[in-house]
Every structure is written in structure tokens, then in C-alpha cells.
């Protein structure tokens, strides 16, 4: 049972543990994630971004080369030297050769240089520095034909130069053509006559890497065809498109999440590390969390002193063994301790505790497997096991626990004897519940109790009215101590041969009880297990001593029960009524029954040697009832012994009790004891009696126990007698 609450909560912790580990997990995969996802957002986003520039930065690339070819048209072709040169009827071909031929291999900014006629006819050509011989201009492409097309009147009112992308027959080029004329005034012509100066350059790979280095493209290149999606379209005047530039995309995106990884590695792996070390704290505190809430039940379920499982573990277990699937018969076993209040008194609470812790182990050494013994507080224990032969099991435990205890116990120096009253009950969780079950073995125990110690009582329903009876009865004991329902009698106790009242014995009565008088052995013995004869004999000692008190020729003798010897204020408490009645010590006797003597010698020896320091007698009631000898009971020094009147009754018919009681009698005397026969009913029994040596008598012979108006009447008369 405990080792199953234990599990419960180490499975929770461990369950919790797995929950956490999951969601650490979780955190790290979706710190990742978000990582990436955002660092490959954001470099789509840069290289988006870059590739518009970049497009952006070729078509400004491809209109810078067209503007470098238009502004060599105008340099060359607003220029008044060339319009000398051209305009004159015989073209100068060595000016035009050293002019626009030669430059070609010493600047490279342009590759083939044409004069054309108002017809757009070929005058002189030049192409990489060589002769251009072919007339007809289709060599220069169709981009040239469509800006001529387009703007030919421009071109020929000289009002504007134009420039483009063409396809000639050595591959794509910009292509710039413009009116020869003066750069100021009119040009001196006055029919058709024009001349137009054209000027290309082609597109290679050399300054293509020039384009690309100005406007930092990478790797710019041309093709006939689009194959690549970073490319642009060249077009020609009328938009056809002659080819292509493309340039590798520098995708400074991914260069900078290239860049930026090593740090985001990084930082996944310090978030990794902190939500592990997380895991890691939480499970252990997780754990440590479960083994201090198990350390906690266990001191909960545990007895402090003996180390066995508490009530409350008993309690457990047994609604544990009652879950509706547990139909199981279960037997409780009530241990209660005889005589257990005696070692704490008289030897102290350590050998109480120490004495507990050893019959804590001496118990555990013998229950049955499967059962469970538990201290339920003071000096009571309980047993509980379940199964078909539970109640078979138990009885026999009891037995060897009875067996264990009646044997003395040896602490250090000391020998203490000990015994235990025990109940049995059993029953299966149809027919009664777990606190039934517990109340059936306590009645049982409470049974053994009364009825002597030392003993086993299975419950049963007899068992049950019997404690509901007794229960009864303390109520009314209670009630009627406050009712003032009880009286005090008193019963002559005379001289054997002069037959004067020496001595009066008080016994209680009560016969204001509504529901009825009760003769003191019915209701005393329960006042002493209920506990109600502290406050009862309280009574009777108080009422008697003062009844007493004026009649001071009379001593008085009290009973008291063994649980009122047992109460270490009882001196006290005797010294303190007798200066409330003004009552003489010397006056009172105080009569114990050998019972309690032998349970408690030592206790009773205290007592003893208290009360006959305040001055009073003890006397030993019930002798020859009990075993003790008289040898044995002589170390408790008391005065006097009464012969119960069971025995006595018997010396005129029974020889052995005759010789037994004037035995008895002289060793008490023998002893400087003084010896009282009970129970003298009749003339016979008082010679017998007074013959055997009994100083004093007490009978229906002498008189009945009688209320103190009668004894004050009675005593009179043996005044006026005497
Ligand atoms: P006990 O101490 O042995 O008291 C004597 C009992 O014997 C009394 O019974 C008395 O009435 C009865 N008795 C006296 N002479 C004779 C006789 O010649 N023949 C017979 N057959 N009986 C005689 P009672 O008053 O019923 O008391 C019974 C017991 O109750 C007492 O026995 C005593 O143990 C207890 N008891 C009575 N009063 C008190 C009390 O105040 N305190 C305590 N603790 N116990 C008391
Ligand atoms: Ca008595
Ligand atoms: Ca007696």
C-alpha cells in the first residue's frame, strides 16, 4: 500500500517529466524552424530585391553604351572639318581612314564607322579598321533601317541623332547615326545633297566585362536566346529583340544567411542547451518534488516512536483492500496493552517508549504474510490482513502475541511485566465497513479487558449489546454523579471477642437511578474501564469522611478500585480530602484488592509507602480470591488483610478452607498483620472464626451495610451499651 502511493506519485513525476521533455522539444524544433523560415524570408526578400536592382542596373547599363555611341555621333558628325571633308565633291578617303578608321584599334570605342548619302547609300565605310566596300547597308540590321524609317526626317533636317541596338552581320551592336553638319549655322546645302555619318559598336565579351565591372553585374553576358530568368531583352527601334544580357545573380541573401548560419548554429544551439538544461532542473525538481511528497506520506503514515504504519495507514489500507472489485474477507485485530500505564508511571516515559519499540518488533516478527501491523497511538496496536483464512490467521497470531507479551520483558536492568487484552473481528465489505470492522474488534478488545486481561474475544453481535449496555451505564453513572443519585452505606466492622464496632466500610448505593437501583458490582466494574471511578470514589471518600468525621471512636475503611491506585495524584488527592472533612489519617483505611498488587508491584509499593506516610492503613481486600500468597504480598507492608467472605463462608463446611484460612491468618499475624473476616453470617462461623485468631469480623450477622442516620442510631445504642 505505501509502496503503491509511492509509485503513484513517481509516475506522475514522471509523467510530468515526459510532458516537459515533449515540450522542450517542441521549443527547440519550433526555434529552429522560425529561425530558417525567417533567415530564408528574408534572403528571398534581399535577392528579390537585388535582382530588380540588377535588372535595373543592366537596362542602365544598355542605355549608357547607347548614349557613349550617340554622343560619338554627335563629337563626329557635328564637326565643321568633317563637313569640309564630306560635303566636297571628292571624298577625302585618307582624312576619313586616319579620322574614324584609325581610332578603332588605339580607344576601342567604336568598331566600324559608314558615310551615307541623302539615299542612306554607302559613301565609305571602315569595319574594324578595314575598307567597307559592300554598298547596300543591311549589313548594319534592321535597327539601323528602323530608326531610319522612323526618324527620317529628323535625320535629315539634322535636327536630332539617334542611337540603338542592331543586329549587323558581325553580331549585335549599338548602332548611332546622325546628320554631318557644321556645329553652328546652316548647313550650306541647297538640293538634297545629305550626308549621315554611322557609327556601331559591336557587343563582345571584352566590353561586356567593362558594362559589368561600372555597374557591378556579375558575369554579363549575351545570348541569341532567353536562357535564364536573370536576363534582359535588347530591342531594336521596333522592338524586336536581337538578344539577350544575362548576368549571374549575386543572391545576397543567401550570402548573407550563408553568413549569418554559423551565428543562427550557434544560437540554436544555446537555446538547445538552455531548454535541455531546463529539462534537465525541471525533472529533477520534478523528482525530488515526488520523493519529499513520498517522504512526506511517509511521515504521515508512519508512528513517530515505533516506526510501523499509523492509523491512518491502517485505515488506508483497509478502504484500499474495500474497492468494489475486493470482495475479500478482512479480519482487524485490536491489541491493547494491560498494565502499559503502570511502566510510565512508575519506571518513566522513556522505558514507556522504549518498551513500545520492543513490542513494536516483537509483534512484526510474527504477523502472517500479507498482514499489516500499525500502532494506533498509546499502547494499543491492530493487526489487519485480508483473505479467507484472515480470521484463522489472526487467531493464531493472537495467540503467539499473548504467548510473547505474558512472558516478562527485559530492558537493560529492568523486568517489566506486561500482557495484552485483545479482540478479533472480521467480515467481508458487504456486511460492514472498514470503521465497523475497527469498532467490532475495539468492543472485542474492550471485552477481554473487563473480563479479566490477558485474553482473546472474537466480536460478536452478543459482544455488541454487552458494550452498548456498559456504554449505557457510564451515561448514567455520569448523570447521576451530577443528579446527586448515589449514597454512601456504611457496614459494621467488629472486635471478635467483644463484638464493638471497631471499624465501618463504606460502600456506595444507588438508589435514585430512574431507570432503577444497581448493586455496586454492576456498575463499578464499568466505572473503572469508563474511567468514571476517579470521580466516583472521589465521592464516596468525601461523603464518608465527613458522615464519619464527629463519630471519632469509629475508624472508617474505604474501597478503592485499581484504576484510582493507578493515578499517581491519587495520594494527593486522598491527603486533600482528608483536610477538607478534617478527617484524622489515623482514621481512614484504605482497602486494594491483590489485583492490582500483583499487576503493578512497584506502583503499588509507592502507593503503599505513600498513603502509610500520610498516616492511613492499607488493607488487602479479597485475599484467598486470587493466588498470592501471603509470603509474596508481605514486602507490600500492608496493615491489614480481609479474608473475603467467599472463603470465609466456607470454614464451617469445607475442612481445606478452614485450614487454609487459619493458615493464612497465622502467618498474617505472624506477620503483625491485621486480620478481618468478611461474610460472617452466623453465630458458627464467628466462633470458628474468632477461634482461628481473626481480630475482627463483618457480617449480616453483626449488621447489613446501613445509611449513616441508621449507623449514627447504632452507635449510640453500643454508646448507651457500652
Ligand atoms: P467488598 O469490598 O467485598 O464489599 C463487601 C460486600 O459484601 C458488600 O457488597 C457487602 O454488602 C457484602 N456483604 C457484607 N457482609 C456480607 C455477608 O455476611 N454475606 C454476604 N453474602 N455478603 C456480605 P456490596 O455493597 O454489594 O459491594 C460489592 C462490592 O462492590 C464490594 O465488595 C466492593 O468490591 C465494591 N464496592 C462497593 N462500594 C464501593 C466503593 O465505594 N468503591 C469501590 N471501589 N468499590 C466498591
Ligand atoms: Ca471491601
Ligand atoms: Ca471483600
Redesign the pocket.
Known amino acids: 500500500m505505501l509502496n503503491s502511493l509511492k509509485w503513484r506519485n513517481i509516475t506522475t513525476a514522471r509523467t510530468l517529466f515526459v510532458m516537459i521533455l515533449i515540450a522542450g522539444t517542441g521549443l527547440v524544433v519550433s526555434i529552429v524552424a522560425l529561425l530558417y523560415l525567417s533567415l530564408h524570408l528574408i534572403s528571398s526578400k534581399t535577392n528579390e530585391i537585388d535582382e530588380r536592382r540588377t535588372t535595373l542596373a543592366v537596362q542602365g547599363a544598355i542605355q549608357s553604351s547607347v548614349n557613349r555611341v550617340l554622343s560619338l555621333v554627335i563629337d563626329n558628325a557635328i564637326w565643321n572639318d568633317a563637313v569640309r571633308k564630306i560635303y566636297s565633291p571628292v571624298l577625302d578617303n585618307a582624312w576619313l581612314y586616319e579620322t574614324w578608321a584609325g581610332s578603332y584599334k588605339v580607344n576601342n570605342l567604336y568598331d566600324g564607322t559608314f558615310v551615307l548619302d541623302q539615299n542612306f547609300k554607302l559613301l565609305w565605310g571602315s569595319f574594324r579598321s578595314k575598307p567597307f566596300t559592300d554598298t547596300n547597308i543591311r549589313f548594319l540590321g534592321d535597327g539601323l533601317q528602323s530608326i531610319i524609317r522612323l526618324h527620317g526626317d529628323e535625320l535629315k533636317s539634322g535636327k536630332n541623332i539617334y542611337a540603338g541596338i542592331t543586329k549587323t552581320g558581325a553580331g549585335v551592336a549599338i548602332v548611332g547615326i546622325g546628320l554631318i553638319r557644321p556645329m553652328t549655322g546652316r548647313l550650306q546645302v541647297y538640293d538634297n545633297t545629305r550626308r549621315y555619318l554611322v557609327i556601331t559598336r559591336h557587343i563582345n565579351a571584352a566590353n561586356l566585362k567593362e558594362l559589368g565591372n561600372i555597374f557591378q553585374i556579375n558575369n554579363l553576358n549575351m545570348t541569341a536566346g532567353k536562357n535564364s530568368s536573370f536576363s534582359v531583352p535588347l530591342r531594336t527601334a521596333n522592338g524586336a529583340v536581337v538578344g539577350y544580357l544575362n548576368w549571374r545573380p549575386r543572391l545576397p541573401g543567401a550570402e548573407a544567411a550563408g553568413a549569418a548560419s554559423a551565428d543562427i548554429r550557434h544560437i540554436v544551439l544555446l537555446a538547445a542547451g538552455l531548454i535541455v538544461l531546463f529539462i534537465l532542473f525541471s525533472g529533477v525538481g520534478l523528482f525530488r518534488l515526488a520523493r519529499n511528497e513520498k517522504y512526506a506520506r511517509d511521515i504521515a503514515l508512519t508512528d513517530w516512536l515505533s516506526r510501523l504504519p499509523n492509523r491512518r495507514a491502517l485505515i488506508e489500507r483497509l478502504e484500499d483492500a474495500q474497492n468494489p472489485d475486493n470482495n475479500e474477507i478482512k479480519t482487524v485485530v485490536f491489541i491493547d496493552l494491560d498494565g502499559f500505564k503502570d511502566v510510565n508511571d512508575v519506571h518513566g516515559h522513556d522505558v514507556g517508549d522504549e518498551l513500545i519499540i520492543h513490542i513494536a518488533h516483537t509483534l512484526q516478527a510474527i504477523v502472517p504474510p500479507g498482514g499489516m501491523l500499525a500502532r494506533l497511538g498509546g499502547d494499543e496496536f491492530a493487526m489487519t490482513l485480508e483473505g479467507e483464512y484472515s480470521e484463522a490467521q489472526a487467531s493464531a497470531f493472537a495467540g503467539r502475541v499473548l504467548e510473547r507479551l505474558n512472558a516478562p520483558v527485559r530492558l537493560g536492568d529492568r523486568t517489566i511485566y506486561i500482557g495484552a487484552s485483545i479482540g478479533i473481528a472480521s467480515g467481508s465489505p458487504a456486511d460492514c465497513l472498514r470503521s465497523e470492522l475497527f469498532r467490532r474488534a475495539d468492543i472485542a478488545m474492550y471485552h477481554s479487558k473487563i473480563t479479566g486481561k490477558g485474553r482473546i474475544t472474537h466480536y460478536d453481535a452478543e459482544l455488541n449489546s454487552a458494550r452498548e449496555y456498559q456504554l449505557m451505564i457510564e451515561n448514567d453513572i455520569r448523570l447521576g454523579l451530577e443528579n446527586d443519585e448515589f449514597d454512601?452505606w456504611y457496614?459494621p466492622i467488629v472486635d471478635a471477642r467483644t463484638q464493638t464496632t471497631i471499624i465501618v466500610?463504606?460502600?456506595?448505593r444507588w438508589p435514585r437511578r430512574p431507570k432503577g437501583e444497581l448493586?455496586?458490582?454492576e456498575f463499578?466494574g464499568i466505572a473503572e474501564t469508563g474511567g468514571l471511578?476517579y470521580s466516583l470514589?472521589q465521592f464516596?471518600l468525601r461523603r464518608a469522611c465527613q458522615d464519619l468525621q464527629p463519630l471519632n471512636d469509629l475508624r472508617l475503611s474505604?474501597?478503592?478500585?485499581p484504576a484510582q491506585f493507578r493515578d499517581p495524584g491519587f495520594e494527593e488527592k486522598v491527603a486533600g480530602v482528608l483536610i477538607a472533612s478534617r478527617f484524622p489519617a489515623s482514621r481512614l483505611q484504605l482497602?486494594v484488592t491483590e489485583t492490582y498488587v500483583l499487576e503493578n508491584p512497584e506502583r503499588a509499593r509507592t502507593a503503599i509507602l505513600n498513603l502509610k506516610t500520610l498516616g492511613t492503613t492499607v488493607a488487602l481486600?479479597?485475599f484467598g480470591t486470587g493466588y498470592s500468597s501471603l509470603g509474596y504480598l508481605r514486602r507490600f507492608s500492608f496493615d491489614t488483610v480481609k479474608i473475603?467472605?467467599s472463603l470465609a463462608g466456607l470454614v464451617t463446611e469445607d475442612e481445606q478452607a478452614a485450614a487454609l484460612v487459619s493458615g493464612a491468618i497465622r502467618v498474617a499475624s505472624a506477620l503483625g498483620m491485621t486480620v478481618i473476616a468478611?461474610?460472617?453470617?452466623t453465630e458458627k462461623q464467628l466462633t470458628m472464626l474468632r477461634l482461628a485468631g481473626c481480630d475482627l469480623l463483618?457480617?449480616?450477622?453483626f449488621s447489613?451495610?446501613v445509611p449513616i442516620a441508621s449507623l449514627l442510631q447504632l452507635h449510640q445504642q453500643q454508646g448507651q451499651e457500652g
Open positions: 454512601v457496614q466500610e463504606a460502600l456506595v448493586k455496586p458490582d463499578i471511578i470514589g464516596v474505604v474501597n478503592i478500585s482497602e481486600d479479597d473475603d467472605k468478611e461474610g460472617v453470617e463483618q457480617g449480616f450477622y447489613e451495610p
